[in-house]
């Protein structure tokens, strides 16, 4: 597959330096790995636009830093804002991926409305345990409601069963078959039910003396 480079260009030099003011959980690395993981994804659709699954993937959590609980639709106004991408889609398009990028969160009450917000939203899964350990914990070491790293790790874990446990929001509506992603499902079942080995791994993970 290939992208179109001036469409790449314009993404690497005027999207990606927004994600420096994301806290490091959604910043730049998380963005490139939703963007490799989305066009895996694309891969098994057929008649895909690997430009627009590349756009929608670079864009969705650019309004992060701006505020956590309606990102989405910030991410989604700050897309629509970029006049250049008139340069490489028709208008169409344009919606399609602006709803993409609405409908990106594993947390939202409802389906995405098509297979471009289902690939977007599938592909912004952690498979990695460390890495879910550092995200949690970077958002909420800069929220003065967690006073201590107690507060941190019990609350984390809570948000981590709630989003990754067996009824999770985020084990449910996953559109794709992804056994890395399974197997990230099971390991963290293993780990949340031994809670002095979750409080081990999650100091360990975040340099954290234990």
Not at 23 to 50: C, P, Q, T, W
Not at 102 to 120: F, L, M, Q
């Amino acid at each position: 597959m290939k992208i179109n480079k001036d469409l790449k260009k314009h993404i690497e030099q005027n999207v990606f330096p927004i994600y420096n003011k994301n806290e490091e959980g959604h910043g730049i690395n998380h963005i490139l790995y939703v963007i490799k993981r989305s066009l895996k994804f694309a891969k098994e659709v057929k008649d895909i636009n690997y430009d627009m699954v590349y756009t929608i993937a670079a864009y969705h959590d650019c309004g992060h830093h701006i505020s956590h609980e309606n990102h989405e639709i910030i991410s989604a106004k700050i897309f629509l804002d970029d006049h250049n991408l008139l340069d490489f889609f028709n208008q169409d398009q344009i919606i399609t991926m602006k709803e993409a990028i609405e409908d990106h969160r594993a947390s939202s009450g409802n389906e995405p409305r098509t297979i471009y917000g289902k690939i977007v939203s599938s592909a912004d899964r952690n498979t990695n345990i460390e890495e879910l350990f550092k995200r949690t914990y970077s958002y909420r070491k800069k929220d003065s409601n967690y006073s201590n790293i107690d507060s941190i790790i019990e609350e984390a874990k809570n948000h981590i069963i709630k989003k990754f446990g067996k009824s999770g929001y985020a084990n449910e509506k996953m559109y794709f078959d992804d056994p890395e992603y399974k197997q990230f499902l099971n390991d963290i079942e293993v780990l949340v039910a031994d809670h002095d080995q979750f409080i081990t791994r999650y100091k360990k993970a975040n340099n954290i003396n234990i």
